[in-house]
Nanobody, 123 residues
């Protein structure tokens, strides 16, 4: 079991950028998959992006492709989500999660979750 802590959320204007971080409490297993999900107010949790811990594979939802980039720093046990060209519809609580299935585009693929960080994009 890993504890995951998200950080980097905040308020940004349309067109701005934010970088979210997901810090794990220990070294992930080499087969681990990390995902970012988001949940807008009153809506279901939706997939954003995922990455293999020990390989180069990444996967993105169509809604963020070309704007968001998922990456990792293995030395620091940290996964990032760089968000550019932000839109009001990106407003949500963003969650980091760990699983073992790639691309892991559904929440059921993950077994560890952070508590989330709020991202608000003003119009």
């Amino acid at each position: 079991q890993l504890q995951l802590v998200e950080s980097g959320g905040g308020l940004v204007e349309t067109g701005g950028s934010l970088r979210l971080s997901c810090a794990a409490s220990g070294r992930p297993y080499s087969s681990a998959v990390f995902g970012w999900f988001r949940q807008p107010p009153g809506k279901e949790r939706e997939f954003v992006a995922s990455i293999r811990w020990s390989r180069d594979s990444t996967y993105y939802a169509d809604s963020v492709k070309g704007r968001f980039t998922i990456s990792k720093d293995k030395a620091d046990y940290t996964v990032f989500l760089q968000m550019n060209s932000l839109k009001p519809e990106d407003t949500a609580v963003y969650y980091c999660a760990r699983g073992s299935t790639f691309p892991g585009s559904v929440p059921q693929s993950y077994f560890d979750w952070g508590r989330g960080t709020q991202v608000t994009v003003s119009s």
